[in-house]
């Protein structure tokens, strides 16, 4: 990989993974305001959660939200997902995802993590309503040596059509456990974001 591409403030130590858009400019930002995600992972299932509400209504999402005066990004990370499911994990950090939309002066910065066990039982809330989807299908590299020992077949996929546009390049990385960087820009038309410029590398 050259550096052409690379989004503005992005390590040059990473090695791309995916990028769209290169013939546009990447926003200016002046700001930025600090958010988390957190995904969970229990054998071959992901815990995602349909946003009933608010920004991204309408998606599944990992649970997360704004970091609070105060509060590392972890400790949101863990305050967020119990408020928006119900339960706890040992969240790590899996990645950062800088995320810009059209007319907007300041860029999300949304610290990614993951956890491969929780306590507590998912529980819908007035945000999110929880559910299990099947990574048995989801193999990273298109392998599908991984299909038919889903301990879990009645389980849907990945829902990639009814989620940021941006995930399905960074999502099954970091199901492989690996950490990624990377930018997605969106313009708004009418009540729909789409993503126009991205570009997303694994951090080695
Ligand atoms: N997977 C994914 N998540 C994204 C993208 N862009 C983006 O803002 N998010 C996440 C980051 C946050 O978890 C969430 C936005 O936060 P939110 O809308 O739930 O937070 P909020 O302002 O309601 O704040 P809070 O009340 O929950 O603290 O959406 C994206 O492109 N992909």
């Known amino acids: 990989m050259g550096a052409t591409g690379l989004p503005p403030g992005m390590d040059s130590n990473l090695t791309e993974l995916a990028k769209g858009g290169c013939e546009i400019d990447w926003q200016p930002y002046t700001q930025t305001r600090f958010y988390t995600n957190a995904f969970i992972i229990s054998d071959d ?60 002066e300041w860029a999300f910065h949304i610290d990614v993590f993951s956890a491969r066990s929780y306590t507590g039982e998912p529980t819908e809330t007035d945000e999110m309503r929880p559910g299990w989807f099947s990574l048995s299908e989801n193999s990273i590299n298109g392998n599908d040596d991984r299909l038919g020992v889903s301990s879990s077949p009645g389980l849907p996929s990945i829902p990639y059509s009814k989620m940021w546009a941006d ?33 997303f590398g694994a951090v080695c």
Do not use: C
């Open 167 to 199: 995930d399905i390049y960074w999502l099954p990385h970091l199901v492989e456990g690996k950490k990624f960087m990377g930018r997605a820009d969106f313009a708004k038309e009418g009540d729909k974001f789409i993503m126009r410029k991205f570009w």
């Open 45 to 104: 299932k992901l815990l995602l959660g349909f946003k009933k509400r608010g920004f991204g209504a309408n998606l599944y999402n990992g649970f997360g939200g704004k970091v609070e005066p105060g509060e590392t990004p972890a400790q949101a990370a863990a305050r967020e997902l119990k408020e928006e499911s119900g339960i706890d994990a040992p969240l790590e950090h899996a990645g950062v995802l800088i995320f810009l939309t059209e007319g907007t």
